[in-house]
């Protein structure tokens, strides 16, 4: 297991010790998609879901859920977020819902966990808000676009 940094040299699990990484700008962007039927996502565009703004309430419960990852994910460091940005649009080419997240920190450590979370918890409330209409919703593809910052540098999916 010695690969492995979650875990010490007799298998226990262990959050890393990030203390002596210097703090540097982290930025990461996560985006996933949910796809749903073109009725369904006309309620959308019309804006006459029975629970209220989809779009909005999604990205509130993103940006809500992006502070809350380390209470979420076992051994995620908690993060002083600077800023968490979630926008909720309409793809019809799927069709459906495009959720892309952006987290922002300056410190040891990632926040791509914290991005991601941020787009899983806003699919997640996009299918809540329209399962009495479309129980056969996917949630798709959810993935890491692209991280900066720290040691590893940037990266950005091909």
């Known amino acids: 297991m ?3 940094t979650h875990f010490d040299a007799d298998g226990r699990a262990r959050m890393v ?13 996560a985006r996933g998609w949910v796809r749903m039927d073109e009725a369904t996502l006309d309620l959308v565009r019309r804006g006459e879901a029975k629970k209220g703004d989809v779009a ?16 979420l994910i076992p051994l995620c460091h908690p993060l002083p977020l600077s800023s968490v ?15 892309r997240a952006e987290a922002k920190t ?17 699919c997640l409330t996009i299918y809540d808000m329209l399962k009495a209409v479309d129980r056969g919703m996917i ?3 959810i993935e890491l676009a692209e991280k900066s910052g720290g040691a590893s540098g940037a990266w950005k999916r091909g």
């Open 139 to 141: 949630i798709e593809r």
């Open 56 to 71: 909005g309430v999604a990205e509130l419960a993103g940006i809500m859920a992006a502070k809350r990852t380390s209470d």
């Open 17 to 29: 010790d990030v203390s002596a990484k210097p703090a540097t700008e982290r930025i990461a962007v």
């Open 2 to 4: 010695s690969g492995l």
């Open 85 to 99: 940005r979630v926008a909720v649009e309409i793809d019809a080419a799927l069709p459906g819902l495009a959720v």
């Open 106 to 122: 300056t410190g040891p450590t990632g926040v791509e966990m914290e991005a991601l979370c941020a787009v899983s918890v806003a």
